[in-house]
């Protein structure tokens, strides 16, 4: 098999750009980085034909995490000068070398050794796909096959949301999560700000909904919404809702809450815990999707603003 040189060269780069952010000594180099290599291994993902990977890498991983770590890298900017004279032992710097040599030799053995061809259950997969009406075999995977994985992780991110919130202090719960950003009426990201929101909402609502047929789904479309909202946030041009509010709460618990409402119904109706019925099956899939998206939209958003830190009025 020949493979193609522009594929051996995003290979190459995607691992400089890798070795780079590993051995960058600036925190703010090292997150920039972070972000260029995820949007290299998007680039691999869309030659391996795996879109729906593609869009989570840049949606997650170069996306809503950049930010996070920017955010950081702008806290921890004040204690870098003082780290960078308290360097670590040169033995410590040298075992640390060497255990991060041999997890990834590990890594790469277990990748190597796996048997050829792979064990797979995507036959039995496409056999059974026309039971939900899906077109798109991820999205059937997703919500059928795995559904109770896919519904643990959202209540696992609800979980680290009250994990985050928990970090605050007595005096200052339910209010509001994160500073107050100034805003600079004619500043570059004030106008990114007003330009970008309508073009992002319209494209992740047309994502969550061509999930069904097409890549794209829940996932990818929640957290370009809430992409949007940070970049407003992050402008100045609104602020952060307290965490007390009722409205906020119902939007956080909405995805779970429907998606076990749904597999409740199938004990009812169906066979089975999420067994949804063939006749509509795609509704109540496309149901999910969209309050799943608007709870993960404000989920990842209220998780990257950080914990309270005003009172509600301020």
């Given at each position: 098999m020949t493979i193609p040189l522009h594929d051996v060269v995003l290979g190459l780069l995607a691992l400089g750009v890798g070795?780079?952010?590993?051995?960058?000594?600036?925190?703010?180099?090292?997150?920039?980085?972070?972000?260029?290599?995820?949007?290299?291994?998007?680039?691999?993902w869309v030659r391996l034909?795996?879109?729906?990977a593609a869009l989570t890498e840049a949606?997650?991983?170069?996306?809503?995490?950049?930010?996070?770590l920017l955010t950081a890298a702008a806290r921890l900017r004040s204690t870098e000068a003082t780290a960078a004279k308290e360097r670590p032992a040169e033995v410590v710097r040298l075992s640390a070398?060497?255990?991060?040599?041999?997890?990834?030799?590990?890594?790469?053995?277990?990748?190597?050794?796996?048997?050829?061809?792979?064990?797979?259950?995507?036959?039995?997969?496409?056999e059974h796909e026309a039971a939900t009406g899906l077109g798109n075999p991820v999205t059937n995977v997703l919500m059928a096959f795995r559904a109770m994985d896919t519904l643990l992780e959202k209540v696992v991110l609800l979980l680290a949301l009250v994990g985050v919130w928990s970090l605050a202090p007595d005096h200052l719960w339910g209010g509001r999560p994160g500073t107050r950003h100034p805003a600079d009426p004619h500043g570059m990201l004030a106008f990114l700000a007003r330009l970008l929101p309508?073009?992002?909402?319209?494209?992740?609502?047309?994502?969550?909904?061509?999930?069904?047929?097409?890549?794209?789904?829940?996932?990818?479309?929640?957290?370009?919404?809430?992409?949007?909202?940070?970049?407003?946030?992050?402008?100045?041009?609104?602020?952060?809702?307290?965490?007390?509010?009722?409205?906020?709460?119902?939007?956080?618990?909405?995805g779970p809450a429907v998606f076990l409402a749904v597999g409740l119904g199938g004990l009812w109706f169906g066979d089975a815990f999420l067994a949804y019925p063939p006749e509509h099956a795609k509704g109540l899939i496309k149901l999910i999707e969209v309050a799943k998206t608007l709870s993960i939209a404000a989920t990842l958003g209220l998780l990257l603003t950080g914990a309270p830190e005003r009172k509600a009025g301020a």
């Open positions: 070795a780079w952010t590993v051995v960058a000594r600036s925190t703010f180099v090292a997150v920039v980085g972070f972000v260029a290599y995820g949007l290299l291994v998007s680039l691999a034909a795996a879109v729906d949606a997650i991983g170069s996306g809503l995490t950049g930010v996070l070398a060497a255990l991060a040599a041999a997890v990834a030799a590990t890594l790469a053995a277990g990748v190597l050794l796996l048997p050829y061809p792979a064990p797979t259950l995507a036959p039995a997969a496409l309508p073009v992002g909402i319209v494209v992740g609502i047309y994502i969550v909904w061509e999930g069904a047929d097409h890549p794209g789904g829940g996932f990818q479309g929640g957290t370009i919404l809430a992409a949007m909202w940070l970049l407003v946030v992050m402008a100045g041009l609104t602020d952060s809702p307290p965490i007390s509010r009722r409205w906020l709460r119902l939007v956080l618990v909405g």
